[in-house]
Nanobody, 116 residues
Framework: QVHLVESGGGVVQPGGSLRLSCATS????????MDWYRQAPGEQRDLVAS????????NYTDSVKGRFTISRDNVWNRVFLQMNSLKVEDTAVYYC?????????WGQGTQVTVSS
């Protein structure tokens, strides 16, 4: 059974930084693309960033390019999202996601609140 567990959310002022972490188990981690999504209140869940299995390819939604960095550790089976220069509009619940053997798996989410 695949399990994804996010951590690292919190409350931060505009311009601040947070680092999210997603611990995984139950899958051959290094073979699969990992994603971070976010969902603000009343909004749909949107893709924020993706990283290929080997870590060599990353993609970002335009609104976070240059501020967020996705990375992974294929020894410890974790994926990270470093978020810098945070803005109020980055406030959302952030979810770790993977598609493994034709099924979608999600973590429970971690709340990120950017507020002065």
């Amino acid at each position: 059974q695949v399990h994804l567990v996010e951590s690292g959310g919190g409350v931060v002022q505009p311009g601040g930084s947070l680092r999210l972490s997603c611990a995984t188990s139950g899958m051959n981690f290094r073979l699969y693309t990992m994603d971070w999504y976010r969902q603000a209140p009343g909004e749909q869940r949107d893709l924020v960033a993706s990283i290929s299995g080997g870590g060599g390819t990353t993609n970002y939604t335009d609104s976070v390019k240059g501020r967020f960095t996705i990375s992974r550790d294929n020894v410890w089976n974790r994926v990270f999202l470093q978020m810098n220069s945070l803005k109020v509009e980055d406030t959302a619940v952030y979810y770790c996601h993977t598609r493994y053997r034709a099924a979608d798996y999600w973590g429970q989410g971690t709340q990120v609140t950017v507020s002065s």
